[in-house]
């Protein structure tokens, strides 16, 4: 009896591989845009970025790698765990952040997170423009 492995639709990796583009532009366009605010506040916005980065990574390779179609709960299980560990490694990186850092600027470092998590999401979702959608 052979058992049935699945993969991403190409469509599904496309926008995977763009949302993980855009985070990495949004993240280091955070990092220039606090640049005026000196060393201590690129640094927080690179760490709070960092985060977002590691976290959703490691996130995406997790949950896109391959599976049984038979088996749904052991799907449902790693994505479960994948979220965990996503919020740990995001944790993690603040924790590292506040234990390291001298002068942290907490809006940096938190407005750099967000701006990676919030604006590429928004802007893989438009259809491509070379497409008919």
């Known amino acids: 009896m052979s058992t049935k492995t699945e993969r991403l639709d190409l469509p599904d990796r496309v926008q995977l591989k763009r949302l993980l583009v855009w985070q990495v532009i949004a993240a280091a366009t955070a990092v220039a845009v606090v640049f005026p605010f000196g060393k201590n506040a690129m640094l927080a916005a690179a760490m709070g970025a960092a ?21 749904p709960g052991q799907l449902l299980a790693r994505i479960y765990g994948a979220e965990l560990a996503k ?3 995001a944790l993690a990186v603040f924790g590292l952040a506040f234990a390291t850092m001298e002068d942290l600027n907490p809006l940096a470092l938190f407005g750099a997170y967000l701006a990676v998590q919030i604006v590429p999401a928004i802007v893989a979702q ?3 423009a070379r497409s008919n959608s």
């Open 87 to 89: 919020i740990a490694i």
């Open 126 to 128: 438009r259809p491509d």
């Open 51 to 71: 985060a977002c980065l590691l976290a959703n990574w490691y996130f995406a390779y997790r949950v896109f790698q391959r599976y049984r179609a038979r088996e």
